[in-house]
């Protein structure tokens, strides 16, 4: 097992740019650190410094481990937080959660649940930030957000690396937005079919919202017809509204459609999306993390949702 400690040491060389600058950042002698650092090179089996005139550099390899252990020493100096504040203060939860989420569930739930949060917890800090469920994951799963909210499509992979522990949230659904004056408006329901020569706007084509539209007209030829692109549903909205083009925007965060826009659903199960909560499995034990995630599962479907069938 690789010795943490020696890792601080390793990182601490490679911040401070010296053995001896090293030693004096962490309080012990040079002689101190080279120890942990040769100690550390005998138990991964690779060279991890080498010597650059009078002083040390590290190797390709030895880089690659203070890359890869500093998300891992971060969880552990929170974790050391939520530890101390918790054993002094059992009911209070302190620390910080660095969440990542997309746009919809910002509006449609991440605002009032960090706003409760703030309330029973004040010594919580949830610091947020806008993302794609791809992204999402992929900062999560290098640490450099503790927490994601993502959505899967049906019929869109959403690769999940190992270590990461999904939590069921709610799941979304999509309507299908027309002006009140489409010949289409008085319909209960629609086909994919039916839809194949419509104008539509859509976001950009690498986000999961566009390939799933695409998916929506599986053996459909030439569907869908895509005219305009926004990343934003309100965009989408106002384009419905003044009959430019019909538009596929979920429920969550939608707000109201006001008179002139009309939401049928589609007839393909695909039209609905599973809002997820993704963390480190290392953070399971973290209190921040739960009291966060708690907040979360406890909230919750918000209004157009379901709760998500496990």
Known sequence: MIDL????ALRAVATQGSVVAAAGHLGFTPSAISQQVKRLERETGVALVERAGRGVVLTDAGTRLVVASTPILADLERLRADLHATALEPERVTGEIRLAAFSTVVRGLVVPVLAGLGDRHPDLRV???ESEPWESIALVASGQRDLGIVHRWGGVALAMPDHLVA????????DVILHRDHPLADRAVLHPQELAEERWVATFDATICRQWLRRLFDGVPNAPRIVHESMEFANHLELARAG???????????????????AIPTVDPASTRDVLAVHRRTQADSPALRATLEAFVAHGAPDGAEPLAV
């Open 5 to 8: 400690e020696a890792v601080v």
């Open 127 to 129: 610091p947020l930030r």
């Open 167 to 174: 939590t069921p949230l709610f799941t979304d659904v999509a």
């Open 244 to 262: 430019l083009a019909i538009a596929l925007v979920p429920r969550l965060g939608r707000g109201d459609l006001g008179p002139e826009l009309v």
